[in-house]
């Protein structure tokens, strides 16, 4: 099936021309994501349930194992093991495996007992800011409690134990640096899907969908003509998401801009994979938005943006796995907060273009059987 790049770069140019001529559209697509951007970023806030945490434990003596205890004891943390030595407690948090790590040095019983200062070090995965703060407060309170119950068995002044907390990736846990990254991912997968998922259903309203079945062109050819717009508008809606979170709410970039718009590109072809998937099967432009919505309100809660995907069930879990909001977040906020590059984020892009490259294909299939 030959393309011819005229004719489809003339339905792109009338795709445009129908978002731009209607002011409803224009509105849609340009005044409500800067408002839920905005709303969002300043108002958004999330619980903290089941803190995964290791240990490195240099201290062998019973203060310290009693101190791991109250940790491991706690409902609002999970032990998830007793590591080694210090690389492998970095690694644990490079890597997301947990979301705290309990560094005890070698004297810290007998310190205690000798009534001098003991030493602990937390370290938190600054990147789920609000997350970290709240874990850092639930740690203090544990030390608090067991300062306290150690009180009685010293005189004079007690021995205490100083927490000594760092957050990586995020220094000051802004929740902002946060949230704002999972926004921009919302509100591109919106745009992109609203701009194709009404475009047949909008022909067929205005009675011109019947005028592409007598035009020369093939259904690859619409397809393509079809999609350009929604990547072109998403593409140009999160440019300016994530210029608003950089330049307005003040959240570091830290990684790479050829990275992160590849990975925006595999997103958009997933996304507007998906909206032509919709725009084919629905009949009129409320039938088009409905299916957005519906697809738009499981994707944003599987995707991990409110809801940790680690404390799901294990049967959802396994759902997510078709979500492309799920590796476009990682993208998001690995390239603003840790850095990642191109060969960090790999493990994401296979996964989008592979979820893009299915449904591309078909909405192709139905378009064939729409303009058959």
Known sequence: M????????ALAIKEFLSLL??????????GPPIIQLLVFGYGATY???HVPFVVYNQDAGRLSRDFIARFAGSPSF???????DQL?????????????AVNIGPQFTSDLERGRTAHVQF???????NTAALALGYAQSIVTAFNRERLPRNSGVPASTIVLDRAWFNPNLESRWFIVPGIAGILTLLVSMLSTGLSVAREREMGTFDQLLVTPMNPGEILVGKALPGFVVGALEATLIIAVAILWFKVPFTGSFPALYLGLFCFLLSAVGIGLMISALALTQQQGLLGTFLFMVPAIVLSGFATPIANMPKAVQYITLVDPLRYFLIILRASFLEGAGVSLLWPQYWPLATIGIVSMIVAAGLFRGRLG
Do not use: H, Y
Request: charged share 25%.
């Open 2 to 9: 030959e393309l011819s790049l005229r004719r489809i770069v």
């Open 21 to 30: 001529r209607n002011p409803a559209s224009r509105a849609v697509l340009i």
């Open 47 to 49: 619980d903290l349930k």
């Open 78 to 84: 999970e032990l998830i093991g007793n590591l080694p």
């Open 88 to 100: 492998a407690l970095q690694q644990a948090v490079d890597s997301e495996t947990v979301l705290m």
């Open 123 to 129: 370290i938190f995965d600054g990147r789920d800011s």
